[in-house]
């Protein structure tokens, strides 16, 4: 059975989505939309003990081997991030039925669900495969239906941010077609094993440098890397609650994975990171993210704004560590991407419990909330200390991992940068914190407030208290970064 | 230098053409039949690089189908367009013109077009498609044996893009106008019952549709032996029933192939593929190892494959483009 | 140089114009049109790669021996529908984008949000 | 060469003198209903022309079964089509230019028909 958990993980999802819209109940499409995650999370899990104790597993779709069909590949690092993703969607499964009911209209509910799963669909099977043309197909099945996800939203700006975000993902799909190909032209492969072969042999050749580009530019673009981020803070803000949490939890990371798994796993660090003068390029864009999205968000007055900023400026962190290019630079970006996702996952849950109270993100709107909400409060505030990197929290354990990797790697003007963006952090965690805890409360706010339904508090709790133990009990999560890291770096941990 | 040289640069400079045309023109109309055009013309060097089921695709989906679609919305909209302010389009000129010197620069690298020593041609997939698959799974059109069984999982995505689409643009459009809309008159649809004397083009239209619907099948079910497949069957059977839909309006339409019915088909389609997938698992092989179909004859159980994942493909993507039309053509009835 | 490698050029300058239009035109469906445009550049680019001189249609008869390569083909294939099914979707985007501002045009979409958000 | 190979020569011709007649007419005519006309010759007579005279030259049975269905398919579509349009036009209210009137009719129909 364990033979064919890496096949199942994707395709359970993606036969939840037909059966959610057959069936056509807003009650049988969640269920099925849980099953189907808390499948995949199972599956994620026990590939994930399999690849630790027994090495990488290897899967051929059709049993045709590798070049000729499409092969899933699993080791530690696209374990790590399926275990991620996984998660988060079972998360948002518990979360979903309540701020869906308030936001969604209920004859479309359950097509909803079945967009949730195709995009979990979408998004694990670009983790797990081992074959760059089906990366594309599956970065299309996850961005097609994130699209609509968002363009749900309760307001007319939703639609046009979804029009952005899809011409936006549109381009960086087609960019990441169109270096797919120049790769294939000078090795004639699509398999991930196979092109690494090939080309080394072929350092130097023009047409693999714009192949490297191509790509780069393109999954930047669905990362939102800085000065390509423009679709993400509209799309995350202005998507249902539900929506936002798994996106801003999974979306943009499972991009930066699929950078990762094309440089390190098909390119190869020595051309990327040694031939091509990328790392200093990827540091640049990597500070230039973590300034520019933390002072930004210092001036949104929407809760969910400042936290789509905010993400904006967190995958700085995460370039930044992958621009290293070392061990311990790759660890960082692996613990980031978790400890973020976990976070801002959180986070954003909290956002649509906000959402729900007061039917409002308005940051003056937030006035007296430790008051009226304390728990929410509370999540906040432990939430928005995990974006400053308090000790304690999982935020913590990623930046003092990123500094330590870039003290090793002599990059002080970084670490100031980083240092700086923490700064920007306190100030719009400060604002938020401010208002909700200091500010009296508008008189009119005193008319009652619905309550916190308790799935939806229990997600929030969840997502919130995995980054604080992952903040206290750090070992595990930082064994999991360091094993994918030497996954990618193809040394043995 | 050949025949087919002056072909190729003919045909290249009506898609330069084309495309120069559809970016100048503010008439978003003459626009959207010019992206027809320019998928159209495409399709023909696509053949002439013997891509034949690419061509055969591009000139159902792209000038077909998504020209549909361009109509469709252009008739909800009406919009015209205005002059691009210059703010625009000197980032957009500098953007463009960066990205195709790259890929100039790229291509002074690429293998020279249509040798036989390139990458592509010299790795070992060339033999094993080209000179097994016959042995291996015994369809004389390659394109179907790789599209259908040695990257059939890349097909089982496509097949669920098409699914994730027409669910998308269900939910964007399915149920009429909102109450708050703010333009308050409807617009007329696209498919209105013609009033005037239309007997010619009902006549016709009636004699062609069942040799339009037959042809769908044959494409359908001659794709292991020729161009055509479920994808180009399923497009060509939905443009049979929108042609049906705009002679005889939209209700009549709806009262051959009701909306409910295409809602239960969509997934039907991604379900029988999906489904081969698990039976080749329960029956011991792996995901899509369609010779464990048959135990006795690998082949036959790749024929079979073929022909279930093909079906689903076909259901799949004629009840999408099917729903995807109504989905436009019903928004501006406001009901 | 030229008469092996006008196929790429051509396709590459189809390429900019696609693009220039995506992103220089304010209109929502023009965008969409120059995409599309956009999108069959790289379909050209694809398809060349797999042409072989003297090839024919890779569907095996015992008539020819030398035939072009079909995996380019059947990428493409599944760009091409993800293509329209990216149209499709922005298309309903446009519709009810038009059905709340009254405008397909971007730049008066986010006007108007911007004159809503300074009128609270 | 062969009378067949002759008279598909003399087919071909026709049809390409069809053809080019047909696109001089769609660029020089002054109004939308005489543009379709001039269309509609490119759709028939060319079209057919070609199609006769290519199955004249082959040499398979099985083409030139299909090159006739193509003809029959295009005997009965085309007119079909350019008698919707012109259909729709003359609902649309589009008047045919006639000579007597004044030459900005035609300035206006001939944007109309792009």
Known sequence: MIAHLPILQVALPLLAAPLCVLLRSARAAWWIYLLASVAAFGSALLLASSVATHGPLHYAVGNWAPPFGIAYVIDAANAFVLVLVSGIAVATAIYAPRSIAAEIDPQRVYLYYACLCLCLTGLLGIVATGDAFNVFVFLEISSLSSYALIALGKRRQALLAAFRYLVMGTLGGTFVLIGIGLAYAVTGTLNMADLAQRLPALYGNRTLTAAVGFVSVGLAIKAAVFPLHAWLPSAYAEAPSAAGVFLSATGTKVAIYAFLRFAFGIFGAGLVFGHLPMSALILIVGTAAMLAGAAIACYQDDLKRILAWSSVGQIGYIVVGLGLASQQGLSAAFLHISAHALIKGGLFATAGIVALRLGTTRIDALAGLARSAPAVFVALLLGGLGLIGVPLTAGFVSKWALVMALIEADQWAVIAAVLLSSLLALVYVGRIIEVAWFREPPLLADTAQPSTPAPMALAMWGLVGVSLVAGVYAAPLSRAATAAAAALLGTAP | ?335 | ?120 | ?114
Not at chain 2, 28 to 35: C, T
Not at chain 3, 5 to 22: D, E, R, S
Not at chain 3, 60 to 69: L, M, N
Request: glycine residues 8%.
């Open chain 3, 1 to 120: 140089m030229i008469a092996s490698h006008y196929n790429y050029w051509i396709a590459v300058v189809l390429l900019m114009i696609g693009l220039y239009v995506v992103m220089s035109h304010s209109n929502t469906i023009k965008k969409l049109i120059g995409l599309n445009v956009f999108q069959v550049a790289v379909f050209m680019l694809y398809i060349s790669l797999g042409k072989i001189e003297g090839g024919t249609a890779p569907i095996v008869d015992a008539a020819f021996t030398v035939y072009s390569h079909p995996l380019p083909h059947v990428l493409i294939l599944t760009a091409i529908v993800v293509g329209v099914a990216t149209t499709a979707l922005g298309l309903a985007l446009v519709v009810r984008i038009h059905e709340a501002y009254g405008t397909t045009d971007e730049d008066e979409a986010l006007i108007a949000d911007r004159r809503e958000a300074e009128r609270t």
């Open chain 4, 1 to 114: 060469m062969s009378p067949l190979e002759w008279i598909s020569n003399l087919l071909l011709g026709a049809g390409l003198l069809c053809l080019f007649t047909g696109a001089l007419g769609l660029y020089r005519l002054p109004d939308f209903y005489s543009r379709t006309h001039a269309a509609s010759i490119i759709d028939t007579a060319a079209a057919a022309l070609v199609v006769v005279g290519l199955a004249l030259r082959s040499d398979s049975f099985a083409t030139i079964v299909r090159l006739l269905l193509i003809l029959l398919f295009m005997f009965f579509t085309s007119p079909t089509a350019s008698h919707a349009l012109a259909q729709a036009a003359l609902q649309d209210g589009l008047r045919p230019w006639l000579a007597k009137r004044p030459r900005k009719t035609r300035a206006r129909s001939g944007g109309a028909a792009e």
């Open chain 2, 1 to 335: 230098m050949n025949g087919f040289v002056w072909i190729d640069i003919v045909l290249f400079t009506i898609l330069a053409a084309t495309a120069v045309g559809l970016a100048r023109t503010r008439q978003l109309f003459a626009a959207a039949m010019l992206s027809g055009l320019f998928s159209l013309t495409s399709a023909c060097i696509f053949v002439l690089q013997d891509a034949v089921d690419v061509a055969f695709t591009e000139a159902a989906v792209g000038a077909g189908m998504t020209t549909v679609l361009f109509l469709g919305t252009l008739a909800l909209t009406r919009s015209r367009e205005k002059v691009t302010p210059p703010r625009r389009s000197i980032p957009a000129a500098l953007i463009a013109i960066f990205t195709g010197g790259v890929l100039i620069y790229a291509s002074t690298d690429m293998p020279p077009f249509a040798a036989a020593d390139t990458p592509v041609q010299q790795h070992p997939l060339t033999q094993r498609f080209l000179d097994d698959s016959m042995t291996e799974i015994g369809v004389p059109n390659v394109v179907t044996s790789v599209l259908a069984s040695y990257r059939g999982y890349d097909t089982l995505g496509e097949t669920v893009v098409v699914f994730t689409a027409a669910i998308a643009v269900l939910m964007l459009l399915g149920r009429g106008r909102p109450a708050t809309s703010a333009e308050p008159k409807p617009r007329e649809a696209l498919p209105q019952p013609i009033q005037h004397d239309q007997r010619v083009l009902r006549v016709v239209s009636k004699l062609m549709l069942p040799f339009i619907l037959l042809f769908a099948l044959y494409v359908q079910f001659h794709g292991d032996y020729g161009p055509g497949g479920g994808f180009q069957a399923g497009v060509i059977f939905a443009s049979g029933l929108i042609l049906y839909a705009l002679v005889f309006g939209l209700d009549a339409a709806r009262a051959a192939v009701s909306p409910a019915a295409l809602r239960r088909m969509v997934p039907l389609g991604v379900l029988i593929y999906a489904g081969v997938g698990f039976a080749t698992l329960l029956l011991g092989g792996a995901f899509l190892d369609y010779n464990v179909l048959d135990a006795h004859d690998p082949a036959h159980g790749q024929h079979l494959g073929i022909l279930l994942v093909e079906l689903g493909v076909g259901i799949t993507v004629t009840a999408a483009m099917l729903m995807l039309f109504y989905s436009f053509a019903a928004r501006g009835v406001g009901r």
